[in-house]
């Protein structure tokens, strides 16, 4: 650790009594870097608040003194948001992981911002209640890091986004304030509503402390159907049949390539007696035999169409995690590539057309990469992994990468996208965000992280 960084760590420990900072090497390591591979993690230390009062103290301290703060959950990021690269202090939240408030009538979930996904989760079936907001990383993803980036998942189409979740926020802001956003309101006409300028905002506003999170009814039992199509547009008129008759939670796609690989990192059988360029996974209601039975019909309208190949339909509950890890599983299996990526996203009805202009454009100027795709195609929300060749170095590689990603922001801008659905832009898509948003906009945003950061301490150098 250099001088500069010793002085900003005592000046924090000396600021803020009883305050946890660390700066023993294996913990810089491990807090100072999310599941990116593209930055090596150089914090100065890594502070762990156990209140509310000590965020405060924290943030006050490090206002006075210019340093600069990085806000972590669990590292599960895929954009570089929780990198501290730069001499940094990682604020972790891993000391506040209490669940404060359970209010039955209200069906709201009151918790610190350390609290894991999948604990929302467990708490809210305890309660008889649901926690929709689903992905593979929700057994180590925060809360507070959910509400930062507005973490998506597999459920959005049926539950919409970590936002629509969120009933209430609390705030420390770079001028050391509590705020409260809403406090759990259904309704709140009285201005402009600040929790949502927080979520979403990746710890460049203030620190998310606590967060009063929306339950709803548990959904009822559902199957799970895994399709095998072979084009993008048989996969489109799949959707819609599917949509208009049948009540989906859930559909997903991935390619024969994302597959391949999910098989042999996990050891999984073919799915499929066919082999197919594409695959889908259809999560639906099945209460009664009669949304069964809709289903089979469904199915068997499209097989008839040409427009599906091959498919099966789960029979038990262990079936359904059996062919979830199709697609759940994907992201890990290639991570030790390591890919680059991107998190595209388009309007639903436009998916066919960027599809097949990205394929042409991977063509042209990348054949000799493997380009793996998969996602949530409800949403319009396309992952692009483009894997690291062995004998490739990763400057080289990122370099080309960014290559490919002016090409890729280029198309998607035309085609009215973002660079970010769900991951956010971070410290690895920041030098593009101006593909995707205006010179207005960006000056905004500006303005407004000048409002609450006046000193600039929160996350500088991502997103904006
Ligand atoms: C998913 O949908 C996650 O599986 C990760 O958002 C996406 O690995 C990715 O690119
Ligand atoms: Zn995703």
Known sequence: MNGKNQKAAAALQR??????????????????????????????????????????QLVAAAAAAEIALVPSGG????????????????????????????????????????????????????????????????????????????????????YGLTRDQVAGLKVVTGRGEVLECNRGLIKNASGYDLRHLFTGSEGTLGLIVEATLRLTDPPPPSKVLLLGVDSMDALMKVFATLRARLDLSAFEFFTDRALHHVRVGQGLPPPLDASCPLYVIVELDCPTEW??????????????????????????????????????????????????????????????????????????????????????????????????????GLETFESRCHEISERTYALTRDIGGSISAEHGIGLLKQPWLDRVRSAEEIGFMRGIKQVFDPAGIFNPGKLL
Not at 25 to 52: I, Q
Not at 85 to 103: I, P
Not at 292 to 307: K, L, P, Q, V
Not at 326 to 337: D, L, Q, V
């Open 15 to 56: 600021a803020c009594a009883g305050l946890k900072v660390v700066t023993e090497p294996s913990v810089l390591e491990s807090h100072g870097r999310d599941w990116t591979r593209f930055r090596a993690p150089r914090p100065a230390a890594v502070a762990f608040p156990e209140s509310v009062s000590q965020v405060q």
């Open 75 to 158: 590292r599960t990021g895929l954009s570089g948001g929780a990198v501290a690269a730069d001499g940094e202090v990682v604020v972790s939240f891993d000391r506040m992981r209490r669940v404060l408030d359970f209010n039955r009538v209200d069906r709201t979930l009151t918790v610190e911002a350390g609290v894991v996904t999948a604990t929302v989760q467990e708490r809210a079936a305890a309660e008889g209640l649901y926690y929709p907001v689903s992905f593979a990383a929700e057994g180590s993803s925060q809360i507070g890091g959910n509400i930062a980036t507005n973490a998506g998942g597999i459920r959005v189409l049926r």
């Open 291 to 392: 949304q069964e039975e809709a289903a089979m019909d469904c199915f068997e309208s499209c097989a008839e169409r040409g427009w599906l190949l091959d498919g099966v339909i789960s029979q038990s509950d262990r079936q359904i995690a059996e062919l979830w890890r199709y697609r759940e599983g994907i992201s890990e299996s290639i991570s030790h590539f390591p890919p680059y990526k991107n998190d595209l996203s388009v309007t639903v009805s436009r998916v066919p057309e960027f599809l097949r202009r990205m394929d042409r454009l991977i063509g042209e100027i990348c054949p000799e990469f493997e380009v793996v795709w998969y996602g949530h195609i409800g949403d319009g929300n396309l992952h692009m992994n483009i894997l690291k060749p062995a004998d490739l």
